[in-house]
Each structure stands twice: as C-alpha cells, then as structure tokens.
C-alpha cells in the first residue's frame, strides 16, 4: 500500500516583501517622486500663478538647463566615479561655440555661412552653405569638451588618479583657459546663423521648449543603452564591483573612459544651450553648477557608491529642485535660503535611502 503524500512544505518568511520595498517604495526615486507630488499640491493652494502656462513653461525650460547635464553625471555615479568639471565644461564649450561662430563670421575671414574647399584644379570654390557656421560651432564646442573627458578618464583610469582629485583639478584648468581665451570678456553667438542657434537653443516646438525636448529624447536613448545593452550592464557592474566587472572581462579601463567622455559631452552640450538663453557666454558662467547636478543626480537615487541610478531618478531630482527655487520665487522668499534647502533635501534623500537599505 502506497505511503500517504506529504504535503510541501511551505515558508511564510520567504519570497514576501514589506510594503515598503516593493512598487514605487522600491527605490528612492520613488520617494523622491512622492515628494515632488507633495510639492506640487501644496504649489498649487499656495500660489494661483504656480500651474499657469507661462510657469510651467519656466520650470520645463529652467530645469533642462542642468538635467542634460546631469544625465551624462549619472553615468560616471553609477560607475562609482564623480565629476566635479561639469560647471567649467559647460561655460568653456559654450564660449568656444560663442567665438567660433563669430570669429569665422568676422570679414576678412572665411565665413559668413560659406564653405571654403578646394577644387580639383587647386582653385578656391566658395558655395553658399546656410547653417553650415552653426554645424561647425557646435561640433568645436562639442570637441573640447571631448577632449577634457578623454584627458579626465585616462587620468583615472589609466594613471589611477582619484576622480574626486582629478576632476576637481580640471574644473580649475578648464575654467582658467575660459578666462584665458576670453580676457574674462565672455563672448556672444554672432554672424549669420545666430538665428538658427537661438531657435534651436531658446526656441519653442508646439508649446514646448526644445531644451525640453532635446532632454526628452537623450533620457530615452540613456534608459535604452542602460538596461538594454551590454555597454549599460557593464556600467552598472562596474560600479557594483569593480574587481569582480574585471575578473569577467570587461574592459575597466576603456569603459572608465568612456562614460567620463559621455559627461563632459553632456556638460558641453548643456553649456551651449544655456548659452543660447542666456544671449551671451560670460566667463562665469554655470558657476558651482557642477554643485546642483550632483545633488540632483544624487536625490534622484543615484548612489554615489555605484551601482545605482538612472535618467528618470536624475530628472526627478532637477525638477524637484526647480520646483523648489520656482516656489521661493513665487513666494517671495529670499533666494539664498535654495541653497539651505537643497542641502536639507539631501541629507533627507539619503537618510531615507539608508534606513530603507536598513530595513531591507
């Protein structure tokens, strides 16, 4: 006669998470996102003006001034890295963008949205290329700032520097050779494609502002290239573990590089954005910028560690502290008390985090 069956044995303690580490609890973005829900409530009762049009125009716009920026930041974080250059990045890119475009435009130079080349028989051909100062400003802006992440990642990971060290050497380097390119004078986007620039920089698609929309596009393309290839799965092992990402191939140094390189881009692009609002790149501008992206990459969820963070938690962060400095604003309180509060939000943000790791 067959055995009776036993039934499974069953674990009440296994497999079942609080309530607060699953759905939106589950990361501190999701209290971030809470937050700035919060924050948007009590907006609302305490200014009429605060869900305006105008309003929440400035604050998509004011806040896609350092979100693109802190987009490429999140990157070197989750690698356990940081970039202290980001501030001078911006304002060097923007103020060689800035004289390019007037430098070539200037008469007696090649310019004036014509394209100079040579022809087969060694003749000069000159053709009428609208655009073309624009495209050239750009990428020489763009290319600076390739070069200062190159020369950032290779200090790093190649010669073992400390990225704190090294980037904190750089935001003077590169902030002292704005100044000694400009006289301290800053310059401003001129010649025959400034139009172009200030629409592509300032302007509005259908209601939206392009920065919005330049930053809308480039957190799609970082979520896709994060969590789904392989250069994203081995950023985050890198900043898991820096010796185990080494131990299974992954190329530590060349990887190091590269999302350093990714930063100062974004920074550079940030920065000639900023520029085209602003009219003008003065030679202190985006000062202690670098300040305000880490914070919001950090409130955002990215652990300075490694191995956390992404381009939604980086975003959360910017508009939070811009709905922030929009609130004192709209309430007339003093400016200097954004600081004193994005300091408190900080601390907050990561005691939230530590308790909840605590808890886990």
Not at 197 to 215: C, E, K, Q
Not at 279 to 292: C, K, Q
Request: glycine share 12%.
């Amino acid at each position: 006669m067959a055995a009776p069956m036993e039934s499974p044995i069953t674990f009440t303690n296994i497999g079942k998470a609080r309530w607060w580490q699953t759905g939106i609890f589950a990361s501190q973005t999701g209290y971030v996102l809470l937050a700035l829900v919060a924050l948007f409530v009590v907006m609302n009762f305490a200014s009429p003006y605060f869900f305006t049009e105008g309003n929440m125009q400035n604050v998509a716009k004011n806040f896609s001034f350092i979100a693109i920026a802190t987009l490429g930041a999140t990157f070197v974080i989750i690698t356990g890295g940081i970039d202290l250059s980001v501030g001078s990045m911006m304002c060097f890119s923007a103020m060689i963008t800035s004289m390019i475009m007037t430098d070539v435009s200037t008469p007696g130079m090649p310019g004036a949205s014509w394209f100079v080349h040579l022809a087969a028989d060694g003749k000069t051909v000159v053709a009428n290329v609208p655009g073309l100062i624009l495209v050239v400003s750009v990428l020489g802006g763009l290319g600076v700032a390739l070069i200062v992440g190159l020369v950032n990642g290779f200090c790093i990971a190649v010669l073992g520097l400390s990225p704190f060290v090294t980037t904190l050497g750089m935001l003077s380097i590169v902030r002292g050779m704005g100044y000694v390119v400009s006289n301290g004078r800053g310059s401003f986007p001129g010649g025959p494609d400034a139009d172009y620039f200030y629409a592509l920089t300032s302007g509005d698609v259908y209601g939206m502002p392009a920065p919005f929309i330049y930053l809308v596009v480039l957190a799609v393309a970082m979520a896709i290239v994060l969590h789904h290839t392989g250069f994203g799965r081995h950023v985050f092992a890198l900043g898991g573990n820096e010796k185990a990402a080494a131990l299974t191939g992954i190329a530590v140094a060349r990887l190091k590089i590269a999302v350093y390189v990714i930063c100062a881009l974004a920074a550079g692009l940030q920065g000639i954005i900023i520029s085209g609002w602003l009219g003008s790149a003065p030679a202190n501008m985006a000062t202690s910028y670098e300040l305000n992206v880490i914070a919001a990459a950090v409130i955002g969820g990215a652990n300075l560690a490694g191995g956390t963070g992404g381009p939604l938690g980086a975003i959360v962060g910017c508009v939070l502290l811009e709905v922030i400095r929009n609130g004192l604003v709209l309430a007339q309180v003093s400016s200097y008390w954004q600081e004193t509060l994005v300091g408190v939000i900080i601390i907050l943000a990561v005691l939230v985090d530590r308790l909840r790791s605590r808890m886990a």
